[in-house]
């Protein structure tokens, strides 16, 4: 049995990631410097799957000569997440799991650490 999207708007999706950002846990977003988080509605082409990017330096590769860049960028894909979601409480659960992988990735934590964390 397939279930059926989600159907939500941009603004609603946009008010579920702040949700989700508030579940994430206080020490990860005060460690988190430098980065911003976008929504998008679909991913890059070729990667359907994607539910959320990290792009920049992890803080584990910022040398003495980091600054002066761009913030990196936590993208969330809204389509994505829809798809495999069934209410809106899922799409703030999902949200908030991707953008704790995502700022993991940040931290140059591996998805292997992150299981052990309990955010699979």
Same mark, same amino acid.
């Given at each position: 049995?397939g279930? !059926?999207?989600? $159907?939500?708007?941009?603004? +609603?999706?946009?008010?579920?990631?702040?949700? #989700?950002l508030?579940?994430?846990? $206080?020490?990860?977003l005060?460690?988190?410097?430098?980065?911003v988080?976008?929504? $998008?509605?679909?991913?890059?082409?070729g $990667?359907?799957e994607?539910l959320?990017?990290?792009e920049?330096? #992890?803080?584990?590769? +910022? &040398?003495?000569?980091?600054? &002066? !860049?761009?913030?990196? +960028?936590?993208?969330?894909?809204?389509?994505?997440?829809?798809?495999?979601?069934?209410?809106?409480?899922?799409? !703030?659960?999902?949200? #908030?799991?991707?953008?704790?992988?995502?700022? #993991?990735?940040?931290? &140059?934590?591996?998805?292997? +650490?992150?299981?052990?964390? &309990?955010?699979?």
């Amino acid at each position: 049995m397939g279930s !059926v999207p989600v $159907e939500m708007s941009r603004e +609603r999706f946009e008010e579920l990631v702040s949700e #989700a950002l508030d579940e994430v846990p $206080e020490e990860l977003l005060g460690l988190m410097s430098n980065v911003v988080i976008l929504v $998008e509605d679909d991913t890059p082409p070729g $990667e359907p799957e994607l539910l959320g990017l990290y792009e920049g330096h #992890a803080l584990t590769s +910022r &040398g003495w000569d980091y600054g &002066g !860049v761009l913030p990196d +960028r936590i993208t969330i894909y809204r389509n994505p997440i829809l798809r495999i979601c069934d209410n809106d409480d899922d799409v !703030v659960e999902e949200v #908030a799991v991707t953008v704790v992988h995502e700022i #993991a990735h940040h931290f &140059g934590i591996d998805d292997d +650490r992150l299981h052990e964390l &309990g955010w699979g």
